[in-house]
């Protein structure tokens, strides 16, 4: 009895689970590392660096002839028709094989141009074209010229021979304006252009000049016959 009367070990105390120490840092995730972009190889380089050389010039081009369209802006091209001579418009009937009327002209007219621009304008290509109530009878090709700035210039378009009309209405009109003494006439010079601005040159503008000439009936109808320059001092029309 003495053995089981010895004392039994006790049980440890219950103590409480919440922890009163110091705060516990968190355990920082994990993450696998991302894949290694590959390499790119040695023409893709090249090639990425080329480009990236381009688009810098082009837009520094693009942005150079911005300011210097901001600069030297250009203005309209005026321009007159100084003088004219018709020395022979004859409109007859029966002028081919479907009939119409045949006219037979010899015109010449002075157009003198005015570059108001602080550039010089250049005249490539440019033909003269003449028509007599909306038909065309005469065409010819002006010399090329250059038109330095703040300058005149002229352009001599000259018409002769024949060509059938083949508009009834043209017969009522040529009858009307003869007894009236003056025929109306419209004379067109169609122009390729190029600018010159300092060490540039911009090529690849159109210009039209259209000229309305109010001209005196010829006083003999010999096509040998010639005529005095007609004062006019007409404005034309430009689209520039």
Known sequence: MAAYDKQQPQPSPQFNTAYYGPPIPPQPAYYAPPPAAPRRSAPACLFCFLFKVIAVIVIALGALSLVLWLIFRPDTVKAYADSAALSRFDLGAGGGPRGGSLLQYNLTV?????????????????????????????????????????????????????SVMDDDDVQR???????????????????????????????????????????????????????????????CDVDF
């Open 110 to 162: 002075n157009i003198r141009v005015r570059n108001p621009n602080r550039f010089g304008i250049r005249y490539d290509y440019a033909e003269a074209q003449a028509s007599y109530d909306g038909d065309r009878f005469g065409f010819g090709t002006v010399q090329p010229f250059y038109l330095d700035s703040k300058s005149d210039g002229r352009i001599t378009a000259a018409f002769s021979g024949s």
């Open 173 to 235: 009109t040529y009858r009307r304006e003869t007894r009236e003494g003056f025929y109306y006439v419209k004379v067109k010079v169609y122009a390729d252009l190029s600018f010159k601005v300092r060490v540039f040159r911009v090529h690849d503008y159109k210009s039209k000049i259209t000229c309305m000439l109010r001209l005196p009936v010829p006083a003999g109808g010999n096509a040998n016959s010639t005529a005095a320059m007609t004062p006019l001092g007409t404005r």
